[in-house]
Structures are given as C-alpha cells and as structure tokens.
C-alpha cells in the first residue's frame, strides 16, 4: 500500500513537472523579444510586427529588445546564456551564419548555443551593374566577366557581409572572377555603384531595386532559386548557373535546453502570425515573403550554411576585418 502511494506521488510530481503542462500555461507574462542590433533596420521591422501579433494571441506583451553591438554577437551571447524558458527569444538574420563562418571566437556557439525556433521571412537579393556596362542580360553579363578575368570589380557593404558572401558563391558556381571592393555600408557602396566607380553590386531588392526602376543602375537577375515574387520582372540567376542561390532570411532563435514542446508552440504561433494580411503586407514592403519551418528545419539550415560559407570563406580568403 506504502509502495502503490509513492508511486501515485511519484507520478502526480512528474505530471506537475511536464515540460508539455508547462507549456500549456505559456505565456503568463511579458516576453522579451531581443533583436541584436539598431533599431530602425529590417530585424527591428520585422520585430515589432511579429511582437504585435504575438501579443494579440497571447494575452500577454512581447515586448522588443534592440541589444546592438560587436555585429549582433553582444544580443546573441545575451539570449544564448538566458532561461530556456521561452520569456526570452530572439530575431535576427542570415547574417549570423556568414558572421559565424569567419568568427572563430564568438562568444557563444552558433549551433550549439540556441534552440532554433522558426523561420520568419526571406528574400533574394538582386544582381546589378553599372549603366556603363556593356550587359544587358545576365548571359550576356557571364560572358563579359568569362572574357576578362579579374577585370569587372564588385562592390559589398564591407568584408564578410551577405552581398560580399553571395557574389563569391555566384564566381564560385558560374566559374568567373571579378575583383572586390569592399565599402562600408550599403550606402556608399550604391553610390559607387550609380556612379560607375564600380562595375557589379549584388543587393538586397529593398536597397536596390528603387534604383533599377529608376534606370540608374541594371537588375540582370535575382539570387532565389527561382523566379521571386518579390522581384518578378527579373529572372533567377539560378536559371543560367544551376545549383546557384543565396536567399536572406530572418529568424527566430531562443536560449539552449529550451522543451521541444515549447519550442514547437512558439514556432506554431509564429506559424500562424505569418498567415496574416498585414504581416505579409509588412514583410511584402522590405522586400521579403512569409518563410515557414520546423525547428529541425531551422536548424538544419543554421549548421548546413555555417559549414557551406567557411567553404566559401576558406576558398576566397574571406576574413573578419
């Protein structure tokens, strides 16, 4: 009788502890939603839409951080060393994969330190030249860079940066070289580029297609793998080099150890909080589409681009400045 009574507290201790009952009380407070970097930017966009709908479904604030610093490594370490919880997550980009390949010394893990939560949004970027360059096509832009190794030269927004990354892939799948010349920021790069300073520059659809459709620069493709909603005048690269695509993405991440049951609630809110008009329409203005996963595909997809860009670091010399 003494047996089957501990058993039965035994079993009501385990039922009260269940990761799954605890997160069926999620939330009962106000979470903090990091972003690792300035407000103003696409992360911080991106954020505070989400944040909104995710307070609408919860009854409780979600609340957004902007924690910059050190490239967005000072939030990450910040999120990576809180409670598993779920009251602390984080939005960022894909710029934490390419930052990963290249900084051996993070202070955090970039695979092991989080618990990947869901996709958020993604987007391609867009590849353009000089009005002085003599390509109208992208064909006709491979043939040209094929013709006179080394001689076009490309502009990024700095040394490691998405752009930078996404073009040396492009010279690594479609067998050219093309000189860099690394700016920083965005900003002088596409003056640069209007100008004519520089021959080629590979930019986010919101950064730079104002300017295509302006005729102060050339769009000749998009780097999604396929035909983008975002861009639909414009053809996928990936249709002249196979196997070529560079999309940028944002996503949510969470501290390590967090219950796969939580983890899978929070991602089934995100889920839903995507499927809504004005979160598409939000995400629609900075160039981007809804972009659902599963943890394990989030996951996935964080340790396949780590190992895939310190290959492509490791073959262009890419180094952290």
Known sequence: MRFAR????????????????????????????????????????????????????????????????????????????????????????????????????????????????????KGPMVLTVSNGVPAKTFAEFLALAKSKPGKLNFGSSGQGSTNHFATELLMGAAGIQMTHVPYKGMGPATADAIAGHIDVLVASAPSIMQHVRGGKVRGLGVTSQGPSAVVPELPAISATVPGYAFDLWWGVLAPPGMAKELAASINAEINKALASADLKETLSREGTEPYVMTPAQVAETIRSEIEEWKKVAARANIKVE
């Open 6 to 121: 501990t058993l039965a507290a035994l079993a009501a201790a385990l039922v009260v502890a269940s990761p799954a009952l605890a997160q069926g009380k999620f939330p009962t407070r106000t979470v903090s939603l990091v972003v690792p970097y300035p407000a103003g930017g696409s992360n911080d966009i991106f954020a505070r839409a989400l944040g909104k709908k995710l307070s609408e479904a919860w009854g409780h604030p979600v609340i957004v951080e902007n924690k910059p610093g050190a490239g967005g490594s000072i939030g990450a370490a910040f999120v990576s060393n809180a409670a598993p919880d779920g009251y602390t997550i984080m939005l960022l980009s894909s710029s934490f994969t390419t930052g990963a390949a290249i900084q051996p010394k993070l202070p955090f893990d970039p695979v092991k330190g989080f618990t990947p939560i869901a996709m958020v949004a």
